[in-house]
């Protein structure tokens, strides 16, 4: 599994860290794998991983670990054949053996038994791990929430079956499903915004084909790295009453869709960036409704209804950023359009003490993470 996804419970700066370039494998060493796994042609692997050693030299591609595994195995499977045509043995020995090998490479993957609530340090994990550089996971150790830790796994799935579809889309599906699921985990993302920011591991492309390995591993990490995380984030929904659920509900929306910016900058992908302004104003629409709409006890009702026009205003702002005439009038208008909604929505913080949630507005630095993290 692959780490990625550095990504503040709010709007993302970029993946963790970032889908930043990495070394190619070299396509060789894999044939000579599979070869070595098949353990039916002899000496093919052998002859592609030699091949493919040369080339990685030459090239600095990964999988040298590949391509060696490949030729021994390859050789094994040879002289296994040679012993086969007096023990007839080969058949059954083949299959086991492939069967098994298959097996330990699937155990071998380090987030196979990651469930949603299970906490864990990451012995490997790299000093710099959130910035926009990837890395391969080692190793995951299983530790209790109650303590130190990495990280807390909050969701798991299986991206769609079929061919690899390419770094870029896998980590475009997993931002969007892992952005997604944290609400759901963790309803206040207020109190979860002191603490940490999201992330996922995702699959490797050779572990795509040759284990079918699809599936994505959503984490929280700790926010101040390397301080790690100290208490478990998970939120029981079934302990929020009616009052706070019809707040938390419509305003996990709008941050879901903050935490959606895209990755490119914004003369990379201003058509990308206007899309998702229009998102963010379509769900603080939605927000504003949501308030107006629910009976209030007397006591919150007065706030609701001026947090529905506050966020109104800012909905404003962030129509208009839609709506930006180019990549200057659109980093102009986004200093507006955040600031209408973090600074000019302070019946937020009322309204939810009032309603004993969390009432600590995520504080995050502008400089390392954009504005609008957990903004209601």
Same mark, same amino acid.
């Given at each position: 599994?692959?780490?990625?996804?550095?990504?503040?419970?709010?709007?993302?700066?970029?993946?963790?860290?970032?889908?930043?370039?990495?070394?190619?494998?070299?396509?060789?060493?894999?044939?000579?794998?599979?070869?070595?796994?098949?353990?039916?042609?002899?000496?093919?692997?052998?002859?592609?991983?030699?091949?493919?050693?040369?080339?990685?030299?030459?090239?600095?591609?990964?999988?040298?670990?590949?391509?060696?595994?490949?030729?021994?195995?390859?050789?094994?499977?040879?002289?296994?054949?040679?012993?086969?045509?007096?023990?007839?043995?080969?058949?059954?020995?083949?299959?086991?053996?492939?069967?098994?090998?298959?097996?330990?490479?699937?155990?071998?993957?380090?987030?196979?038994?990651?469930?949603?609530?299970?906490?864990?340090?990451?012995?490997?994990?790299?000093?710099?791990?959130?910035?926009?550089?990837?890395?391969?996971?080692?190793?995951?150790?299983?530790?209790?929430?109650?303590?130190?830790?990495?990280?807390? #796994?909050?969701?798991? !799935? /299986?991206?769609? @079956?079929?061919?690899?579809? &390419?770094?870029? +889309?896998?980590?475009?599906?997993?931002? %969007?499903?892992?952005?997604?699921?944290?609400?759901?985990?963790?309803?206040?993302?207020?109190?979860?915004?002191?603490?940490?920011?999201?992330?996922?591991?995702?699959?490797?492309?050779?572990?795509?084909?040759?284990?079918?390995?699809?599936?994505?591993?959503?984490?929280?990490?700790?926010?101040?790295?390397?301080?790690?995380?100290?208490?478990?984030?998970?939120?029981?929904?079934?302990?929020?009453?009616?009052?706070?659920?019809?707040?938390?509900?419509?305003?996990?929306?709008?941050?879901?869709?903050? #935490?959606?910016?895209? !990755? /490119?900058?914004? @003369?990379?992908?201003?058509? &990308?960036?206007? +899309?998702?302004?229009?998102?963010?104003? %379509?769900?603080?629409?939605?927000?504003?409704?949501?308030?107006?709409?629910?009976?209030?006890?007397?006591?919150?009702?007065?706030?609701?209804?001026?947090?529905?026009?506050?966020?109104?205003?800012?909905?404003?702002?962030?129509?208009?950023?839609?709506?930006?005439?180019?990549?200057?009038?659109?980093?102009?208008?986004?200093?507006?359009?955040?600031?209408?909604?973090?600074?000019?929505?302070?019946?937020?913080?009322?309204?939810?003490?009032?309603?004993?949630?969390?009432?600590?507005?995520?504080?995050?630095?502008?400089?390392?993470?954009?504005?609008?993290?957990?903004?209601?």
């Amino acid at each position: 599994a692959q780490g990625a996804g550095a990504y503040p419970y709010g709007p993302p700066p970029g993946p963790y860290g970032g889908p930043g370039p990495q070394t190619s494998y070299n396509g060789l060493a894999i044939t000579a794998l599979v070869f070595g796994i098949v353990c039916c042609v002899p000496l093919l692997g052998v002859v592609f991983g030699v091949i493919a050693l040369f080339q990685i030299k030459k090239k600095g591609q990964r999988g040298k670990g590949m391509a060696i595994a490949g030729i021994v195995l390859s050789a094994l499977s040879s002289l296994l054949l040679v012993v086969s045509l007096f023990t007839g043995f080969w058949k059954d020995f083949g299959r086991e053996f492939s069967e098994g090998f298959k097996e330990g490479a699937r155990e071998a993957n380090v987030t196979a038994g990651l469930e949603p609530g299970d906490c864990f340090d990451e012995p490997g994990m790299p000093d710099d791990s959130s910035s926009l550089e990837q890395y391969e996971v080692l190793d995951i150790e299983e530790v209790s929430c109650d303590g130190p830790h990495d990280g807390e #796994a909050y969701a798991r !799935f /299986d991206l769609p @079956e079929g061919e690899f579809p &390419g770094e870029d +889309e896998v980590i475009d599906l997993a931002d %969007e499903r892992c952005s997604a699921e944290v609400t759901a985990y963790s309803p206040d993302s207020w109190k979860v915004s002191q603490h940490a920011y999201y992330t996922y591991f995702f699959p490797m492309e050779e572990n795509w084909r040759l284990l079918d390995d699809r599936t994505v591993v959503c984490v929280f990490a700790s926010l101040t790295e390397p301080d790690p995380l100290t208490v478990p984030l998970r939120q029981d929904k079934d302990s929020l009453d009616a009052e706070q659920l019809a707040y938390l509900e419509p305003a996990g929306e709008v941050n879901t869709a903050l #935490a959606r910016i895209p !990755f /490119d900058m914004v @003369e990379d992908d201003l058509e &990308g960036h206007q +899309e998702w302004a229009a998102e963010v104003a %379509e769900e603080l629409t939605g927000f504003s409704e949501a308030m107006r709409a629910h009976d209030w006890d007397p006591q919150a009702a007065p706030l609701a209804g001026k947090l529905a026009d506050e966020v109104d205003a800012a909905q404003g702002e962030w129509e208009k950023l839609a709506a930006a005439d180019g990549v200057d009038d659109f980093y102009l208008q986004w200093g507006e359009a955040e600031l209408a909604l973090t600074d000019e929505t302070g019946s937020a913080v009322a309204l939810r003490g009032l309603l004993d949630l969390s009432t600590e507005r995520p504080d995050i630095d502008d400089e390392e993470y954009v504005a609008g993290v957990g903004a209601l």
